[in-house]
C-alpha cells in the first residue's frame, strides 16, 4: 500500500492543578481556542473541546505520527505558558499532572460530542471525579481512588 490511512480518535479529559477553578468565563472559551490551534500545528484536529473551571474534555483526531502522550505533553505545557503570559490572567495556571485518555470508535462519535458540549449540565448534577471514576470503570481500567484526589 503506497498511503497510510489513519483515524485515530481519542476523548481526552484532564484538570487544572489541584482542580482549582481557573477556566472561568471568557478564559474557558479562550483556553479552547488555544488547545484546537496546538491540535491544528500538529496536523490534528479538535473535532469538540468543552468542559468546565477545573477540567477540559477534548474529542481529537491524531496523525498516526505522534503519540497520545505527544499531544498531552504539547497541549498542557503550551498552553499552560500561554495563559501564563496573557495580561490580566489572575493566578499562577497549571494543569494536573495526570490525565485520561479513551480511544472512540464511530458509533460513539456523536454522542461523544453531545457529552463534551453538555458539560455544565452534567457538571450540575456531579463532581469531576465521580464523571472520571464513570469513565475509568466503562473503560474497564483500574485504579486508586487515591490518585483520582
Aim: charged residues 25%; neutral net charge.
Amino acid at each position: 500500500m503506497a498511503h497510510t490511512y489513519t483515524r485515530l480518535l481519542y476523548h481526552l479529559v484532564f484538570s487544572t492543578k489541584d482542580r482549582t477553578p481557573l477556566l472561568t468565563p471568557p478564559w474557558r472559551e479562550k483556553m479552547h481556542a488555544y488547545l484546537g490551534g496546538i491540535l491544528r500545528n500538529l496536523k490534528g484536529r479538535a473535532i469538540e473541546v468543552g468542559g468546565v473551571e477545573d477540567h477540559v474534555h477534548l474529542f481529537i483526531q491524531l496523525p498516526p505520527t505522534i503519540t497520545v502522550s505527544e499531544a498531552m505533553n504539547k497541549l498542557k505545557s503550551n498552553s499552560s505558558r500561554w495563559i501564563n503570559q496573557q495580561p490580566h490572567h489572575v493566578g499562577k495556571f497549571a494543569w494536573q499532572e495526570g490525565y485520561a485518555a479513551f480511544s472512540v470508535s464511530d458509533n460513539r462519535y456523536d454522542e461523544t460530542i453531545q457529552y463534551i458540549r453538555n458539560q455544565e449540565q452534567h457538571h450540575a448534577k456531579r463532581g469531576f471525579v465521580e464523571e472520571l471514576k464513570e469513565f475509568l470503570e466503562r473503560n474497564g481500567l483500574s485504579f486508586d481512588e487515591r490518585d483520582l484526589l
